[in-house]
């Protein structure tokens, strides 16, 4: 069974930073793709950043360009989502998912139906 497991989220204050993980058990893709979602009260689910098992290639939202950093550890099974320069737009629950196949990182690849996610985890920014 394909398991998701986010950590890392917080309440911090804005220009902060955090670290959010993901951490995959019962996976034995070779080709898939990596995102990270949230969803703000009241607001729907959005696609921030993605990345390619592929050629690591990656994608991110306009509105997290410059601060948001998505990575893998492949050999580790864990993925990551490095937030710079929190604002308090960014409060959210995070999610990441995981959709199987070769995918690019490219903004098409956050529209897909993904396969497997996670919990979610809390980010909190306090003005």
């Known amino acids: 069974e394909v398991q998701l497991v986010e950590s890392g989220g917080g309440l911090v204050q804005a220009g902060g930073s955090l670290r959010l993980s993901c951490a995959v058990s019962?996976?034995?893709?070779?080709?898939?793709?990596i995102a990270w979602f949230r969803q703000a009260p009241g607001k729907e689910r959005e696609g921030v950043a993605c990345?390619?098992?592929?050629?690591?290639?990656?994608y991110y939202i306009d509105s997290v360009k410059g601060r948001f950093t998505i990575s893998s550890d492949n050999a580790k099974k864990t993925f990551y989502l490095q937030i710079n320069s929190l604002k308090p737009e960014d409060t959210a629950v995070y999610y990441c998912?995981?959709?199987?196949?070769?995918?690019?990182?490219?903004?098409?690849?956050?529209?897909?139906?993904?396969?497997?996610w996670g919990q979610g985890t809390q980010v909190t920014v306090s003005s």
């Open positions: 998912a995981v959709v199987i196949g070769w995918v690019l990182g490219t903004r098409e690849t956050l529209e897909y139906k993904y396969d497997y």
């Open positions: 019962g996976f034995t893709f070779s080709d898939y793709g």
């Open positions: 990345i390619s098992s592929d050629d690591g290639s990656t």
